[in-house]
């Protein structure tokens, strides 16, 4: 079935032009994520690729029941992120809890990840990128009242990039965002 | 050497996605896959091209044009030197950055759109015939097409699209001139719990001898979906036309002292 849809790019003049152009389309960048591999050193910070994944996802997940706690504690105090964040990313999930604690909500239920993958990994620094899928399909947002304040229209599965930076034993969330490229959730 | 370069940068797609996304904001909603531009299906003969794409003069960034020596006062940015699909600095067009960098000779201003399009073919539509290959004088022919309804993915700008064809018509060319429609393809006479040479909503009566050519032609109601689960309807129908169906008519006594049936206990034996 899909050998019958041809797909082209084709950059096009909307203005009348007489010169020929000669347009060539460049490799996408924003393709399925594709694993790296990295360098080895004497004392690396991870012994393999597969063993930086495992670090990554025992992190992310250690990441998730936190913030889900303190979600479903109605945000007000997310001091318990700190050690498994960066300063930086910290800051930010300051400033996302906001979104329960100035509505008064609070999280029931819990977070889920799966389909982690590695993006790359320096195993000698011990820096690291995973892929995952996000799934928030269990958590509802509750008012006070007990009302179910969750959106209606919410993306209960999202797939993010999440980096990781290594800080003494441990490994930080420095950054999570949506991957830009094909959803693979 | 009068050289122009013009350089356009339009916003990437990912400028209007969230940078960051925890676990929080994906909890409250706040966080949205990103919005691919606006697309649009069209009908092309017997395919559905589906386009989309960034204006160049929609974006953030304005479109820079000037000569070599700059002389003539206008901005000049020849060459995106961010832009991490530039081998040569030359002719260039980079889709996911959506860059492009044109060089000609005095080029006046242009505006430039960067599209994709993606041309969708409908599955080719089966017809059969009962009895298979032949028919008897007088008799109905009954005709059956194999066409549904079917989704045919593929991408544009790098993300999933989909088109659904929905057969709405089907033309009966029956090969001796006569022709007919109807809204539906027609089932085989077992299907519908009838008697061979029974008449059905496509069956067809051949008046006399020869072999004949039977084209079917299914017309398909096309829409599309891109970036979401809303289904947008194409303007314009789709005729898709199936190879020709060979019949032999014959007058029955010709069928029925025409060979040795055997074992064979369909009609005539």
């Known amino acids: 079935m899909s050998e019958r849809s041809r797909s082209r790019t084709a950059a096009v003049l909307i203005a009348g032009l007489a010169t020929v152009l000669v347009l060539v389309a460049c490799a996408p960048t924003a393709e399925a994520p594709t694993p790296t591999a990295s360098s080895t050193a004497p004392t690396p910070f991870f012994a393999s690729d597969e063993e930086a994944l495992a670090a990554a996802t025992a992190a992310y997940e250690s990441y998730l029941e936190v913030s889900d706690q303190i979600a479903a504690d109605g945000g007000a105090d997310p001091t318990a992120l700190k050690p498994l964040v960066s300063v930086e990313e910290y800051e930010r999930q300051e400033q996302s809890f906001l979104g329960f604690t100035e509505r008064g909500l609070h999280a029931e239920g819990s977070s889920q990840v799966d389909s982690e993958r590695l993006e790359q990994a320096n195993l000698v620094v011990g820096n690291v990128s995973i892929y995952l899928c996000l799934d928030v399909s269990e958590v509802r947002l509750m008012d006070d009242a007990g009302v179910d304040n969750t959106p209606v229209d919410r993306m209960d599965r999202l797939p993010l990039q999440v980096a990781f930076a290594s800080e003494g034993e441990s490994l930080l969330i420095s950054q999570s965002s949506v991957w830009s490229g094909d959803n693979f959730c | 050497m009068a050289f122009a370069l013009l350089a356009l940068a339009v916003p990437q797609p990912a400028s209007a996605w969230p940078t960051s996304c925890n676990a929080v904001d994906a909890q409250l909603g706040s966080c949205d896959l990103p919005n691919p531009p606006a ?55 980079c889709r ?35 009895p298979d290959g032949w028919a008897i004088v007088g008799l109905p022919a009954n005709f059956v097409a194999d066409a549904r309804q079917h989704v045919v993915p593929g991408t544009l700008l790098g993300l999933p699209a989909e088109v659904r064809f929905t057969p709405t018509g089907y033309l009966w060319d029956y090969g001796d001139g006569s022709s007919a429609r109807s809204t539906g393809g027609g089932s085989t006479w077992e299907a519908l719990g009838l008697d061979w040479f029974a008449v059905t909503s496509t069956s067809h009566s051949y008046e ?53 049936c055997g074992e064979d206990s369909s009609l005539g034996c």
Not at chain 2, 238 to 249: E, Q
């Open chain 2, 39 to 93: 697309a649009s299906g069209s009908v092309d003969d017997d395919h559905v091209d589906l386009s989309a794409g960034v204006h160049g003069d929609t974006g953030e960034h304005e479109p820079n044009v000037g000569l070599d020596d700059d002389s003539n006062g206008d901005p000049l940015d020849p060459v995106q030197e961010d832009a991490p699909c530039d081998p040569q600095g030359g002719l260039i067009a």
């Open chain 2, 208 to 260: 006399s001898r020869g072999a004949v050519s039977a084209v079917l032609t299914i017309s398909y109601q096309a829409e599309y979906r891109f970036g979401g689960p809303t289904w947008n309807p194409v303007v314009g129908i789709l005729d898709v036309t199936d190879d020709p169906l060979a019949i032999v008519v014959a007058t029955e006594s010709t069928v029925l002292v025409g060979g040795s």
């Open chain 2, 96 to 130: 996911d950055e959506f860059i492009i960098n044109l060089a000609g000779t005095d080029l006046p201003w242009q505006e430039i759109t960067l599209a994709d399009i993606a041309s969708f073919l409908p599955e080719d539509p089966e017809q059969a015939a009962e």
